[in-house]
């Protein structure tokens, strides 16, 4: 769920320009930091995470191989921004939990902390399925978010940011870098 901030960026299909943000180096280098500060929270528990679909699936894979001991992955999709680049204000899940999370810890693992609505919704949904704990990593969080992330990657300012998973109306998650959308080329 890439989220804008300031002015609405060109359509994808337009010439953009991306200022990378956070190299695929310094992005492996937090990953990792996260998964060792992740693994002595939790001392020898497993981890359930929950990657939030879709933008945080390549977040998600990487956390997963840089924690080490017990680890279960679950997807759970969710949708609030569309195509477009502001939030619609409601959240839609899109594709559901395969596995009960009742008595486990469960780690939700977002790619962007914005306006807080995902995760304030997901927190009312996953805690009445009664895990034994539920907290949560974020890749980016925004200042101001009201919603505090237990782990965050990078905390970020303005701009409407894609790769490493995030997207714009489903373009550049492929790009190994995070990025900041500019714009046009002309």
């Not at 299909?13 to 992005?27: K, P």
């Not at 001991?69 to 502001?86: C, I, M, N, P, Q």
């Not at 977002?110 to 304030?120: C, H, R, S």
Request: charged share 25%; glycine share 10%; net charge negative.
């Amino acid at each position: 769920m890439s989220s804008p901030a300031g002015p609405s960026p060109p359509h994808p299909s337009d010439s953009a320009n991306i200022a990378v943000l956070h190299t695929e180096e310094q992005i492996q280098k937090r990953v990792r930091e996260l998964g060792a500060q992740i693994r002595q929270d939790y001392e020898d528990e497993e981890i359930t995470l929950l990657c939030i679909l879709k933008g945080s699936f390549m977040f998600a894979a990487d956390l997963a191989r840089a924690i080490e001991g017990k680890v279960a992955v679950e997807f759970l999709g969710v949708r609030s921004y569309g195509d477009g680049t502001r939030s619609s204000g409601a959240v839609q899940i899109t594709h559901d939990l395969t596995t009960p999370i009742q008595d486990r810890h469960v780690l939700i693992v977002e790619d962007i902390v914005d306006t807080g609505l995902t995760l304030e919704y997901l927190k009312r949904v996953l805690t009445a399925r009664g895990p034994a704990s539920l907290k949560i990593c974020a890749l980016l969080q925004r200042p101001g978010a009201p919603t505090d992330p237990d782990y965050v990657g990078f905390r970020m300012g303005d701009g409407f940011v894609v790769g490493y998973g995030l997207d714009w109306a489903q373009r550049f998650r492929n790009l190994p870098f995070i990025g900041v959308v500019q714009p046009p080329i002309e």
